[in-house]
Structures are given as structure tokens and as C-alpha cells.
């Protein structure tokens, strides 16, 4: 059975305060992890796809990572606008899992003016 | 617009009353999902549909229904409600790179 697990569960941070969410799973054959930003009151937001270890990507302050046992979310200088709750999600490739996504309970990231 | 619709947002009931969440994507995908979330348990699929005709259970599926006559129209059937059914549900279609698109949700009590 796929697991994911999200640390911490909640963070809080002064404006331009840099720091990194963690995501650590288990998965029969990693077929993909997503991360998701989930504002309150709305559906999550699609933010990043990582299919391999040692796979990077950047969008604006934040960076994802991954590694064979875990992913990052790495957030530079951030800003009262990336308050949110930010979800990591992985498919694997068992005949079950190939088809739905296991998702962790999130991060709820709150920055400071 | 690319978008995911549920409705109705907002709905209070009574236990036993039947009940139907709508959910409309235009993204011409094929997979569609229904999810249940809430506090400290996160995300947790309730079922999925691969393309019309063809629905399958997720991990939660206990007292839902759910039918794909149409490719873009993926309704929730909640046949008596319960309140531990109390919860926000999202909607969601995927696409073929694998990245899900969610409705704005739907925040359901049952009293």
C-alpha cells in the first residue's frame, strides 16, 4: 500500500524567511509525485510533477526535489501570498495504484509580514 | 476556460435524504475522481472513473455511487446520507500528463 507522509504539519514564517517542506512516501514503483497548492475554501492547484530521483523543478520561489525515499518543497525568500496548505501526492505502478493518487495530509505554511 | 464545476458549494441535510454533487469538467479527459477530505486524514479517493461506462472503487466508496454516462459529467450519489458523510468533497479530472485539475469543492453536513 502507498504512503505518504508530510512534515511538518504546520509552519510559520517571517517574509523572505526561507525554509523547505518535507515529503516522505513509500510506493510499489514511483510513476510520479505531485505537489499541490490548496488555498482555503478552494481545490488544490496543481503545482509541480517529479517522475525521477535527482529531478528538480522551479517555479518562481519555490523548487521541488526528489529523492528515491522523499521530495522537498523548498520555498526562497518567501511571501504572505504563498500561505497555504501544500499537498504531495504520489502514483505508483501497481495495478491498483496506477490508477488514483495516495495524497499526505499537507503542510499549512503560513508567512508573516 | 479550462475548469472543473461542482454544485452545489454549500449543502446542509437531513440524514436519509438522498442527495446527488454534480460535477462537470470542459478538459475532454477521461479520467475523472471524486475525493473526500478531511481534517488529519487529507485527501482520500472515494471512486474513480477511467471513461463512460467505466467506474471503480477508491479507498473510501462505503456509502457513495456514483455514474459516467457522459465524458464530461461525473455525479456523486450519496443514497442515504449519513453524519459521519459530514465532509468537503472535490472533483477532479485528470489529464493525459497526469496532472489533476479540482472543482472548487463542496462542503456537505448531515445533521
Known amino acids: 500500500e502507498d504512503q505518504v507522509t508530510q512534515s511538518p504539519e504546520a509552519l510559520r514564517l517571517q517574509e523572505g524567511e526561507s525554509s523547505s517542506l518535507n515529503c516522505s512516501y513509500t510506493?510499489?514503483?514511483?510513476?510520479?509525485l505531485f505537489w499541490y497548492r490548496q488555498d482555503p475554501g478552494k481545490g488544490p492547484e496543481f503545482l509541480f510533477t517529479?517522475?525521477?530521483a535527482g529531478e528538480e523543478k522551479e517555479k518562481e520561489r519555490l523548487k521541488a526535489t526528489l529523492t528515491k525515499k522523499e521530495s522537498f518543497l523548498h520555498i526562497t525568500a518567501p511571501k504572505p501570498e504563498d500561505s497555504a496548505t501544500y499537498l504531495c501526492?504520489?502514483?505508483?505502478?501497481?495495478?491498483?495504484?496506477?490508477?488514483?493518487?495516495?495524497f499526505g495530509s499537507g503542510t499549512q505554511l503560513t508567512v508573516l509580514p | 476556460e479550462a475548469q472543473v464545476t461542482q454544485n452545489p458549494r454549500y449543502l446542509i441535510t437531513v440524514t436519509g435524504k438522498k442527495l446527488t454533487v454534480t460535477c462537470s469538467q470542459n478538459?475532454?479527459?477521461?479520467?475523472m475522481s471524486w475525493y473526500r477530505q478531511d481534517p488529519g486524514l487529507g485527501l482520500r479517493q472515494i471512486y474513480y472513473?477511467?471513461?463512460?461506462?467505466?467506474?471503480d472503487k477508491g479507498d473510501v466508496p462505503e456509502g457513495y455511487k456514483v455514474s459516467r454516462k457522459e465524458k464530461r459529467n461525473f455525479p456523486l450519489i450519496l443514497e442515504s446520507p449519513s453524519p459521519n458523510q459530514t465532509s468537503l468533497y472535490f472533483c477532479?479530472?485528470?489529464?493525459?500528463?497526469?496532472?489533476?485539475?479540482f472543482g472548487e469543492g463542496s462542503r456537505l453536513t448531515v445533521l
Open positions: 477532479a479530472s485528470k489529464s493525459g500528463a497526469g496532472e489533476l485539475f
Open positions: 478538459m475532454n479527459h477521461e479520467y
Open positions: 517529479l517522475y525521477s
Open positions: 501526492a504520489v502514483q505508483g505502478s501497481s495495478s491498483g495504484s496506477a490508477r488514483q493518487l495516495t
Open positions: 510506493v510499489s514503483g514511483l510513476r510520479g
Open positions: 472513473s477511467m471513461n463512460v461506462e467505466v467506474t
